[in-house]
């Protein structure tokens, strides 16, 4: 099985900064990456797929990098609206483990 | 545009059955395989099973094989889970969502999910 290990667990960052997020593959998984952003009681929402796509209607400040077993979700200014939770997701093989996930709070 | 809603969840004993249903629109459902995933109180999100757009595959999470059934009724544009023997690690909110593709990709669109609680 592929494990998805995401860092940090918990970001504190100011509005305005960039932040950048790491999810890494136990094995090489391509491009077959997608990431999520969650906030308290809703839905989880498609930010990129195939690692650097992005989703229709996704701010620009939001971008995705990486192959193989690295890959990291950059968001080039914090905005009020970008506190919440992020997840990566596999879907190299047929069971799409997520990552734990990464908080991201406001310092 | 797409809607997913999820019925069915509710408090459930350890042991018995229940059955999610999840009613699909906007969007031509016989195209697009479908998902479940999941989320416990306070945890990440744990991906649960997926259907191919004809029913014709079906996989599940470990933790679920053998327990759980994943089905699909195209003329109803309706997406089930039978779940089967729950125990309290079942506990959790369950997603329904949309496959980007034919069932082998990313959850594009997800439903508010429905909460299933396992409790004696």
């Known amino acids: 099985d592929i494990q998805m290990t995401q860092s940090p667990s918990t970001l504190s960052a100011s509005i305005g900064d960039r932040v950048t997020i790491t999810c890494r593959a136990s094995?090489?998984?391509?491009?077959?990456l997608a990431w999520y952003q969650q906030k308290p009681g809703k839905a989880p929402k498609l930010l990129i797929y195939k690692a650097s796509s992005l989703e229709s209607g996704v701010p620009s400040r939001f971008s995705g990098s990486g192959s193989g077993t690295e890959f990291t979700l950059t968001i080039s200014s914090l905005q009020p609206d970008d506190f919440a939770t992020y997840y990566c997701q596999q879907y190299s093989d047929y069971l799409y483990t997520f990552g734990q996930g990464t908080k991201l709070e406001i310092k | 545009q797409v809607q997913l809603v999820e019925s069915g969840g509710g408090v459930v004993q350890p042991g018995r059955s229940l059955r999610l249903s999840c009613a699909a629109s906007g969007f031509t459902f016989s195209s697009y395989g479908m998902h479940w995933v999941r989320q416990a109180p306070d945890k990440g999100l744990e991906w649960v099973a997926v259907i191919s757009f004809d029913g014709s595959y079906t996989h599940y999470a470990d933790s679920v094989k053998g327990r759980f059934t994943i089905s699909r009724d195209n003329s109803k544009t309706t997406l089930y889970l039978q779940m089967n023997s729950l125990g309290t690690e079942d506990t959790a909110v369950y997603y329904c969502?949309?496959?980007?593709?034919?069932?082998?990709?990313?959850?594009?669109?997800w439903g508010p999910g429905t909460l299933v609680t396992v409790s004696s």
């Open positions: 094995q090489s998984i391509s491009s077959w």
């Open positions: 969502t949309k496959d980007r593709y034919a069932g082998n990709s990313f959850s594009h669109y």
